[in-house]
């Protein structure tokens, strides 16, 4: 049973470039959640997404910034023209609506590290 | 969901038991406590979480206190790969909440 995949691990784009990030969830896992780490500082919320819905993307940048997570295939973060200030570890996290035990637990991966030049 | 104050860093000796205290004084009674960790730039991995009860597992315990304003994990027997970030959680059990990450307790285990 694999874990939350994400790929690429490593990322290098110049200015102005896209980036696409993508996260597999866990199998059985309908919700996916991103997170950003800027160097030396804490895990940002961003976007909380479950398939084909968007549930909570109260910490998602207004501009640039979309996300994705459609019936099949991977969740994606997309960065569109990226800027210095967009270098950070990005990391994806998955969990199962888990009733029987009550809650509701992440799984994240090992992220994906945007360096932009 | 409620807020929760961890103190910045701590140092433990290798071998000895780790207590990372956690106050969360605005719990509210649905609200579960949960313990992450960040080991360098890793991933955050999931440690333990409880509701009212101490709970137990082959990683950690988690005492919680009566009333439920304050927590404690405890690592038995910490090793120097245990120094890592340890964040402590609040957090409704509820469909369509996301987790809200606050700075932590560095925990230096120390040779």
């Known amino acids: 049973n694999a874990g939350v995949m994400q790929n690429p691990r490593h990322l290098v784009r110049r200015r102005g470039q896209e980036a696409r990030l993508r996260c597999s969830p866990m199998?059985?896992?309908?919700?996916v959640y991103w997170y950003r780490q800027l160097p030396e500082e804490g895990l940002k919320f961003m976007v909380y997404?479950?398939?084909?819905?968007?549930?909570?993307e109260s910490g998602m940048p207004k501009e640039r910034f979309s996300a994705e997570f459609p019936k099949e295939g991977p969740s994606i973060l997309r960065i569109q023209q990226v800027v210095r200030g967009d270098s950070a570890a990005y990391f994806c996290?998955?969990?199962?609506?888990?009733?029987?035990?009550?809650?509701?637990?992440?799984?994240f991966g090992a992220g994906s590290r945007l360096t932009v030049l | 969901d409620a807020k929760t104050t961890q103190p910045p860093s701590m140092d433990c000796a290798e071998g000895r038991a780790a207590n990372l205290p956690c106050n969360h004084s605005?719990?509210?009674?649905?609200?579960?406590v949960y313990w992450y960790r960040q080991i360098h730039s890793q991933g955050p991995q999931y440690i333990i979480h409880?509701?009212?009860n101490n709970e137990t597992n082959e990683m950690a315990s988690l005492i919680i206190t009566e009333d439920r304003k304050s927590s404690t994990l405890i690592l038995p027997h910490a090793t120097l790969r245990d120094t890592a970030v340890y964040y402590c959680?609040?957090?409704?059990?509820?469909?369509?909440?996301?987790?809200?990450f606050g700075p932590g307790t560095r925990l230096s285990v120390l040779p």
């Open positions: 996290a998955s969990s199962p609506w888990d009733r029987s035990s009550g809650a509701n637990v992440l799984t």
């Open positions: 199998k059985g896992h309908s919700h």
């Open positions: 997404l479950q398939k084909e819905n968007i549930i909570d």
């Open positions: 605005t719990i509210s009674g649905n609200e579960y």
């Open positions: 409880g509701l009212k």
């Open positions: 959680i609040v957090r409704v059990d509820n469909y369509g909440q996301n987790f809200v």
